[in-house]
């Protein structure tokens, strides 16, 4: 597709429910981020996939929060009994990885985010 | 750890005013600096980078320059447009590690 988009764009969930949340990467990009963005704040991050290996959950904030990419290709975050503080928008980004000039720098694409409000 | 401050908004400016968005990194090695914008209802876009010092970054009437000595990388524009107001995000990125970490964004606000 022409960008990265994600699915659905919004979802209100009860407290305690399970939530999926579905990323749909730049054809061919190998990277692909999860980032949540509390209200007035910046993103943070979440997890990085490099095709279908997680290479960091280090910002998982915590074992409820699940996330897969069985393929390489779409993504996955999923959010067990989700909590109130769960409360945010959802961004995935994806990157092609590539080299300039002997440094490594991969450009990050942001979808249009999902928006959880858990009640 | 890695961060990135920026000044607190909201900004209110006229229309064709001067624009400075101040930003400071605290980050071991060299990172790449980046100024996100996202507008009403849009997803976060690159607005220009800097990957190393004494880069210039530019795009769209707006510039960043990447300043080691004190850490900064502040935007700014000559003359803002109506069409500029947006939250502005400052952020880095560790070339060996690819996050991104973002400061909590500046809400700019211009009057026509």
């Known amino acids: 597709g022409a960008g990265v988009s994600q699915s659905p764009r919004y979802k209100v969930a009860k407290r305690g429910q399970d939530v999926a949340l579905r990323c749909d990467p730049i054809?061919?990009?190998?990277?692909l981020f999860w980032y949540q963005q509390a209200l007035g704040q910046g993103p943070e991050f979440l997890t990085y996939?490099?095709?279908?290996?997680?290479?960091?959950k280090s910002g998982l904030p915590s074992d409820r929060f699940f996330a897969e990419r069985p393929e390489g290709s779409v993504s996955t975050l999923k959010i067990q009994r989700t909590q109130q503080e769960d409360s945010a928008v959802y961004l995935c980004a994806s990157s092609l990885m590539g080299t300039s000039g002997g440094v490594s720098y991969n450009e990050q694409f942001f979808g249009p985010g999902t928006r959880l409000t858990v009640l | 750890g890695d961060s990135v401050t920026q000044m607190e908004g909201p900004v209110t400016l006229s229309e064709e005013a001067f624009l400075t968005i101040n930003c400071t990194y605290t980050a071991t090695g060299y990172p790449s600096l980046f100024w996100y914008v996202q507008y009403p209802g849009e997803g976060l876009q690159l607005l220009l980078k800097a990957t190393k010092a004494d880069d210039k970054g530019s795009n769209k009437g707006f510039e960043a320059t990447y300043r080691k000595e004190t850490t900064s990388f502040h935007l700014e524009k000559g003359s803002v447009q109506v069409s500029d107001s947006a939250v502005y995000f400052c952020a880095l990125n560790k070339n060996r590690d690819d996050k991104i970490i973002f400061g909590k964004g500046t809400r700019l606000h211009i009057l026509p």
């Open positions: 054809s061919g990009h190998v990277s």
């Open positions: 996939f490099q095709n279908e290996a997680q290479l960091d």
